[in-house]
Protein backbone atom coordinates (compact mmCIF):
# COMPACT_ATOMS: atom_id res chain seq x y z
CA UNK A 1 0.00 0.00 0.00
CA UNK A 2 1.46 3.56 -0.80
CA UNK A 3 0.73 6.19 1.41
CA UNK A 4 1.17 10.09 0.58
CA UNK A 5 2.70 12.32 3.06
CA UNK A 6 2.46 16.10 2.93
CA UNK A 7 1.62 18.96 5.06
CA UNK A 8 -2.37 20.32 5.36
CA UNK A 9 -2.99 23.76 4.38
CA UNK A 10 -4.42 25.58 6.89
CA UNK A 11 -8.10 27.22 7.31
CA UNK A 12 -7.23 30.79 7.33
CA UNK A 13 -4.81 30.00 3.86
CA UNK A 14 -7.85 28.38 2.38
CA UNK A 15 -9.95 32.08 3.38
CA UNK A 16 -7.07 33.89 2.29
CA UNK A 17 -7.40 32.16 -0.92
CA UNK A 18 -11.08 32.55 -1.52
CA UNK A 19 -11.04 36.14 -0.35
CA UNK A 20 -8.49 36.47 -3.45
CA UNK A 21 -10.69 34.96 -5.65
CA UNK A 22 -14.45 36.16 -4.48
CA UNK A 23 -16.65 37.04 -7.30
CA UNK A 24 -17.64 40.74 -8.23
CA UNK A 25 -20.89 42.15 -9.92
CA UNK A 26 -19.64 44.94 -11.84
CA UNK A 27 -21.81 46.94 -14.65
CA UNK A 28 -20.99 44.51 -17.36
CA UNK A 29 -24.00 42.03 -17.63
CA UNK A 30 -22.91 38.61 -17.81
CA UNK A 31 -23.89 36.41 -21.03
CA UNK A 32 -23.29 32.93 -22.00
CA UNK A 33 -21.21 32.41 -25.04
CA UNK A 34 -20.99 28.21 -26.15
CA UNK A 35 -24.14 26.86 -25.62
CA UNK A 36 -25.40 25.18 -22.82
CA UNK A 37 -23.27 22.46 -21.65
CA UNK A 38 -19.77 21.74 -21.19
CA UNK A 39 -17.32 24.49 -22.98
CA UNK A 40 -20.05 27.21 -22.63
CA UNK A 41 -18.80 30.28 -19.84
CA UNK A 42 -20.50 32.81 -18.54
CA UNK A 43 -18.16 36.28 -19.81
CA UNK A 44 -19.12 40.07 -18.60
CA UNK A 45 -21.24 42.14 -21.77
CA UNK A 46 -17.89 43.99 -22.63
CA UNK A 47 -16.45 42.55 -25.97
CA UNK A 48 -16.64 45.42 -27.96
CA UNK A 49 -13.04 46.31 -29.63
CA UNK A 50 -12.03 42.54 -28.76
CA UNK A 51 -10.80 41.48 -32.18
CA UNK A 52 -8.96 38.04 -31.43
CA UNK A 53 -9.69 35.31 -28.92
CA UNK A 54 -7.33 32.59 -28.09
CA UNK A 55 -8.17 29.09 -26.99
CA UNK A 56 -5.92 26.48 -25.72
CA UNK A 57 -8.14 23.29 -25.29
CA UNK A 58 -10.05 21.97 -27.95
CA UNK A 59 -11.05 18.92 -27.47
CA UNK A 60 -14.80 17.58 -28.84
CA UNK A 61 -16.66 21.09 -28.74
CA UNK A 62 -16.16 24.73 -30.26
CA UNK A 63 -19.14 26.38 -29.59
CA UNK A 64 -17.38 28.86 -27.37
CA UNK A 65 -14.28 29.67 -30.43
CA UNK A 66 -17.65 29.52 -32.85
CA UNK A 67 -19.86 32.30 -31.10
CA UNK A 68 -16.22 34.55 -31.14
CA UNK A 69 -15.78 34.17 -34.36
CA UNK A 70 -19.19 34.96 -35.31
CA UNK A 71 -18.96 38.11 -33.68
CA UNK A 72 -16.18 38.70 -36.02
CA UNK A 73 -13.50 37.45 -33.99
CA UNK A 74 -9.94 36.16 -35.75
CA UNK A 75 -9.74 32.76 -33.20
CA UNK A 76 -6.73 30.95 -32.30
CA UNK A 77 -6.79 27.37 -31.05
CA UNK A 78 -4.43 24.81 -30.36
CA UNK A 79 -4.74 21.41 -29.03
CA UNK A 80 -2.79 18.67 -30.15
CA UNK A 81 -4.96 15.63 -29.35
CA UNK A 82 -7.39 16.44 -32.33
CA UNK A 83 -6.54 17.29 -36.02
CA UNK A 84 -8.90 19.94 -36.26
CA UNK A 85 -11.50 21.46 -34.59
CA UNK A 86 -14.76 19.84 -34.62
CA UNK A 87 -16.63 22.98 -36.13
CA UNK A 88 -14.76 24.98 -38.83
CA UNK A 89 -15.09 28.52 -39.41
CA UNK A 90 -13.16 30.95 -41.79
CA UNK A 91 -12.14 33.08 -39.04
CA UNK A 92 -10.10 29.65 -36.69
CA UNK A 93 -6.32 29.64 -36.82
CA UNK A 94 -5.82 26.06 -35.92
CA UNK A 95 -2.77 24.44 -34.89
CA UNK A 96 -2.27 20.93 -33.75
CA UNK A 97 0.11 21.59 -30.48
CA UNK A 98 -0.24 21.69 -26.64
CA UNK A 99 0.14 24.66 -24.57
CA UNK A 100 2.15 25.35 -21.72
CA UNK A 101 4.54 27.22 -19.94
CA UNK A 102 7.52 26.40 -22.14
CA UNK A 103 8.47 25.02 -25.61
CA UNK A 104 9.02 21.27 -25.49
CA UNK A 105 8.13 18.04 -27.51
CA UNK A 106 4.28 18.97 -28.96
CA UNK A 107 4.18 22.37 -26.46
CA UNK A 108 3.98 25.55 -27.70
CA UNK A 109 5.09 28.39 -25.30
CA UNK A 110 2.26 30.38 -24.36
CA UNK A 111 3.87 34.26 -24.58
CA UNK A 112 5.67 33.28 -27.81
CA UNK A 113 2.26 32.27 -29.10
CA UNK A 114 0.23 35.42 -28.10
CA UNK A 115 2.93 37.08 -28.80
CA UNK A 116 3.37 36.00 -32.58
CA UNK A 117 -0.04 36.29 -33.52
CA UNK A 118 -1.90 38.21 -31.36
CA UNK A 119 -2.35 42.57 -32.61
CA UNK A 120 -0.61 44.89 -29.83
CA UNK A 121 -3.19 47.57 -30.63
CA UNK A 122 -6.33 45.23 -29.67
CA UNK A 123 -7.47 43.83 -26.24
CA UNK A 124 -7.91 39.65 -26.81
CA UNK A 125 -10.03 37.21 -25.02
CA UNK A 126 -8.05 34.16 -23.38
CA UNK A 127 -10.53 30.77 -22.99
CA UNK A 128 -8.53 28.40 -21.70
CA UNK A 129 -9.30 24.17 -20.53
CA UNK A 130 -5.87 22.46 -21.13
CA UNK A 131 -6.48 20.07 -18.37
CA UNK A 132 -4.41 21.38 -15.43
CA UNK A 133 -1.64 22.84 -18.05
CA UNK A 134 -3.54 26.04 -17.07
CA UNK A 135 -1.33 26.43 -13.87
CA UNK A 136 2.45 26.82 -15.49
CA UNK A 137 0.97 28.63 -18.51
CA UNK A 138 0.06 31.47 -15.89
CA UNK A 139 3.26 31.32 -13.89
CA UNK A 140 5.15 31.56 -16.60
CA UNK A 141 2.95 33.98 -18.79
CA UNK A 142 4.24 37.49 -17.33
CA UNK A 143 2.03 40.45 -16.07
CA UNK A 144 2.29 42.10 -19.05
CA UNK A 145 1.22 39.24 -21.09
CA UNK A 146 -2.05 38.55 -18.94
CA UNK A 147 -3.02 42.26 -18.97
CA UNK A 148 -3.30 41.91 -23.17
CA UNK A 149 -6.38 39.81 -22.00
CA UNK A 150 -9.16 42.39 -21.31
CA UNK A 151 -11.53 38.69 -20.22
CA UNK A 152 -9.95 35.42 -19.00
CA UNK A 153 -12.10 32.17 -18.91
CA UNK A 154 -10.47 29.49 -17.43
CA UNK A 155 -11.10 26.40 -16.33
CA UNK A 156 -8.84 25.65 -13.15
CA UNK A 157 -8.44 21.34 -12.35
CA UNK A 158 -7.69 19.72 -9.47
CA UNK A 159 -8.36 22.27 -7.17
CA UNK A 160 -8.89 19.65 -4.01
CA UNK A 161 -5.37 19.66 -3.78
CA UNK A 162 -5.22 22.65 -2.13
CA UNK A 163 -5.73 21.36 1.05
CA UNK A 164 -1.71 20.11 0.40
CA UNK A 165 0.30 23.05 1.42
CA UNK A 166 2.71 22.53 -1.30
CA UNK A 167 0.05 22.29 -3.90
CA UNK A 168 -1.29 25.69 -2.10
CA UNK A 169 1.97 27.41 -2.44
CA UNK A 170 2.24 27.09 -5.98
CA UNK A 171 -1.02 28.03 -6.75
CA UNK A 172 -1.11 30.93 -4.28
CA UNK A 173 0.98 33.20 -6.41
CA UNK A 174 -0.43 32.27 -9.84
CA UNK A 175 -4.07 33.65 -8.39
CA UNK A 176 -2.33 36.70 -6.70
CA UNK A 177 -0.54 37.78 -10.30
CA UNK A 178 -4.17 37.10 -11.73
CA UNK A 179 -5.56 39.64 -9.11
CA UNK A 180 -2.99 42.20 -9.82
CA UNK A 181 -4.93 43.02 -13.54
CA UNK A 182 -8.20 41.37 -12.90
CA UNK A 183 -10.94 40.59 -10.78
CA UNK A 184 -13.26 37.42 -10.58
CA UNK A 185 -16.56 38.03 -12.08
CA UNK A 186 -18.10 34.69 -12.18
CA UNK A 187 -17.34 30.92 -10.76
CA UNK A 188 -18.78 27.43 -11.61
CA UNK A 189 -18.40 24.08 -10.49
CA UNK A 190 -17.91 21.45 -12.86
CA UNK A 191 -20.11 18.94 -11.67
CA UNK A 192 -18.33 15.92 -13.48
CA UNK A 193 -17.06 15.97 -9.69
CA UNK A 194 -18.53 16.23 -5.98
CA UNK A 195 -17.33 18.99 -3.57
CA UNK A 196 -14.41 18.38 -1.06
CA UNK A 197 -14.36 19.38 2.03
CA UNK A 198 -11.68 20.75 4.35
CA UNK A 199 -11.45 22.74 8.03
CA UNK A 200 -15.75 22.71 6.64
CA UNK A 201 -14.54 24.79 3.34
CA UNK A 202 -16.19 22.92 0.79
CA UNK A 203 -14.05 22.88 -2.47
CA UNK A 204 -14.92 21.67 -6.05
CA UNK A 205 -12.36 19.71 -8.05
CA UNK A 206 -12.85 21.45 -10.96
CA UNK A 207 -14.43 24.95 -11.84
CA UNK A 208 -14.92 27.12 -14.43
CA UNK A 209 -13.67 31.21 -13.54
CA UNK A 210 -14.60 34.31 -15.57
CA UNK A 211 -11.88 37.24 -15.05
CA UNK A 212 -12.26 41.22 -16.04
CA UNK A 213 -9.31 43.51 -16.45
CA UNK A 214 -9.73 46.08 -13.64
CA UNK A 215 -9.49 48.98 -15.96
CA UNK A 216 -12.68 47.92 -17.20
CA UNK A 217 -14.79 48.18 -13.98
CA UNK A 218 -15.98 51.36 -12.62
CA UNK A 219 -18.30 49.99 -10.34
CA UNK A 220 -18.53 46.47 -8.13
CA UNK A 221 -20.23 44.77 -5.16
CA UNK A 222 -19.65 41.29 -4.02
CA UNK A 223 -22.01 38.81 -6.08
CA UNK A 224 -24.54 37.27 -4.40
CA UNK A 225 -26.53 35.47 -7.22
CA UNK A 226 -25.12 31.52 -7.81
CA UNK A 227 -25.95 29.72 -9.51
CA UNK A 228 -26.47 32.23 -12.19
CA UNK A 229 -29.26 32.06 -14.59
CA UNK A 230 -27.04 31.85 -17.31
CA UNK A 231 -25.34 29.09 -15.73
CA UNK A 232 -25.63 24.88 -16.98
CA UNK A 233 -24.52 22.01 -15.90
CA UNK A 234 -21.60 20.65 -17.73
CA UNK A 235 -22.47 16.70 -17.73
CA UNK A 236 -25.75 15.10 -16.69
CA UNK A 237 -24.37 14.21 -13.34
CA UNK A 238 -25.81 16.07 -9.80
CA UNK A 239 -25.32 19.47 -9.73
CA UNK A 240 -22.74 20.65 -7.80
CA UNK A 241 -23.24 24.61 -6.04
CA UNK A 242 -20.79 27.03 -5.25
CA UNK A 243 -20.56 26.68 -2.28
CA UNK A 244 -21.41 30.20 -0.05
CA UNK A 245 -17.75 30.31 1.71
CA UNK A 246 -17.27 31.12 -1.83
CA UNK A 247 -18.86 34.76 -2.72
CA UNK A 248 -20.99 35.26 0.86
CA UNK A 249 -19.62 38.34 2.83
Not at 31 to 43: A, C, K, T
Not at 54 to 61: A, K, L, N, R, W
Not at 220 to 235: G, I, N, Q, S
Request: charged share 25%.
Amino acid sequence: MKYRLTRATKKKQLEHLLKLLKPFATEHQLIRLGGNSDGGYLIPNDLMGIDQCFSPGVDVTSNFELACAERGMEVFLADCTVESPPIQHQNFRFVKKHVGGYARNQFIDFSTWIKENGKPESDLLLQMDIEGHEYEVLFSASSQTLEKFRIIAIEFHSLDRLSERSYYDLALPIFEKLRQSHICVHIHPNNYDALRSNHGISIPKFAEFTFLRRDRVKKMEVAKTFPHPLDRDCCDKKPVLLPKCWYST
